[in-house]
């Protein structure tokens, strides 16, 4: 099933939480609305399941506008950050709830859930209350339940977001496995970009009620329409200066600045692996921190004058040759973005 969110505003008091949205998402397609907390996400993922009432706006499901229809009627599958599966039934009866409150006799309702949980890996674990049950498998728990009755949708709404790093990151490897054999048309939101990067096919960047992007995570790293979202994905540099003949200086630096006109203050972002150093005696800056993340280094230079800016990159770079702090690089920018620079005060 699509979904089709058309100019959607949704107010609390006097509050904009929702701000004239619009976008889609495709059958069979997962989506990230990915963004800091307050955006408005969860309200946004609310009115599309019916929980919630937009002020002004339309959501259609194939096509077909949904406001008169309540929660139940939209059929769509639900999974929360904290999901509260029912603490006396066992799993079995946990997943198989929505089939019985749909009047879905025992067997048939038990023969679905255990198909629902092998196929959501928990295989055997049907007789466990949920107290006997990880925190990552009380979640897939969770997604077994909202996909039982054969949901036209699913919302999941930060679902990994209580969980430990390293429990998460495999269960966003599998959510999108899951995903790719059952495609269910999903709705998946986060606060976490590389979550959003690694299972959404589009992400959609929302900020302060508004839509500031939607697209593939490969165009909004490459081409982030706006500041904020070249800000929000990645970690970045910024530079404040004025555009003279198509660049600024910082420190010695010319950075492009695309098309604004002498005179204009810019803002220009630069991806910390968008910059290239390299030890050159005689170059412009000079290393005053190197850190290990890792598989990568992370470079932090001064530039006379100007402060820093830091680049990244992979462990067995060559760029790294003899780099040591202390020592001058020469400097590169292989991407860079002009966005203009709203002078305050
Ligand atoms: P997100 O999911 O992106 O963190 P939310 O949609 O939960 O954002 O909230 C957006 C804004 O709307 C927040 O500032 C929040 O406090 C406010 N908000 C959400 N729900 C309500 C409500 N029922 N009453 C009043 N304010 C609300
Ligand atoms: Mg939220």
Redesign the pocket.
Known sequence: MSIRVEHLSKNFGSFEAVKDVSFEVRTGELVALLGP?GGG??TILRIIAGLENEDAGTVRFDGEPVGHLHARARKVGFVFQHYALFRHMTVTENVAFGLRAQGVARSEAGARAAELLRLVGLDGLGKRVPSQLSGGQRQRVALARALAPRPRLLLL??PFAAIDAKVRQELRVWLRRLHDEMHVTSIF?THDQEEAFALADRVLVINNGKLEQAGTPLEIMDEPATEFVAGFVGEVNVIDGIASEGSAVFGGLRVPTGSFADGAPVRVVIRSYDLKFWRDDSGIATVSRMQSLGDRVKVEARFNGSGSLFAQFPRRSSLLAGMEPGCRIAVEVTKSRAYPLVVSG
């Open positions: 907390s996400k969860s709404d930060e939101v």
